[in-house]
């Protein structure tokens, strides 16, 4: 199998978990950024995550944007998005999904 496909199903994974529980909270409280922000601080192992989630969305970015610049790459700002909606769990794994699917279709000689 190849990697592509890997990422394909890694992506739907990072969206399905993640939402499976979001979806309650939005259930329960509505799209509330201030009781969101305050859950997700509520205790320091919580806030732990959180802060290392933000820091890797913010590496994420770095990288799309480094990474596709050096491919060409278009259309870029939909990983980024992603990460914004569902979370790096989405983000980084639909990244990497078009990444192979461009390079597979634009193969590059190196040296």
Same mark, same amino acid.
């Given at each position: 199998?190849?990697?592509?496909?890997?990422?394909?199903?890694?992506?739907?994974? =990072? @969206?399905?978990?993640?939402?499976?529980? /979001?979806?309650? /909270? #939005? %259930?329960?409280?509505?799209?509330?950024?201030?009781?969101?922000?305050?859950?997700? /601080?509520? @205790?320091? !192992? &919580? =806030?732990?995550?959180?802060?290392?989630? $933000?820091? *890797?969305?913010? #590496?994420?970015?770095?990288? $799309?944007?480094?990474?596709?610049? %050096?491919?060409?790459?278009?259309?870029?700002? #939909? +990983?980024?998005?992603? &990460?914004? !909606? #569902?979370?790096? *769990?989405?983000?980084?794994?639909?990244?990497?999904? !078009? %990444?192979? *699917?461009?390079?597979?279709?634009? +193969? %590059?000689?190196?040296?």
């Amino acid at each position: 199998m190849s990697a592509k496909y890997v990422f394909g199903a890694l992506a739907a994974i =990072g @969206t399905l978990l993640p939402l499976w529980q /979001f979806l309650p /909270f #939005v %259930r329960d409280h509505g799209l509330a950024p201030q009781a969101f922000v305050g859950q997700l /601080f509520s @205790t320091p !192992v &919580s =806030g732990f995550f959180g802060m290392d989630v $933000i820091v *890797s969305a913010v #590496v994420l970015w770095v990288f $799309i944007f480094v990474e596709g610049r %050096r491919l060409e790459m278009k259309h870029q700002w #939909v +990983p980024v998005v992603a &990460s914004l !909606v #569902v979370g790096v *769990s989405l983000g980084l794994p639909l990244f990497l999904y !078009v %990444r192979e *699917s461009y390079v597979e279709k634009y +193969p %590059r000689t190196t040296g």
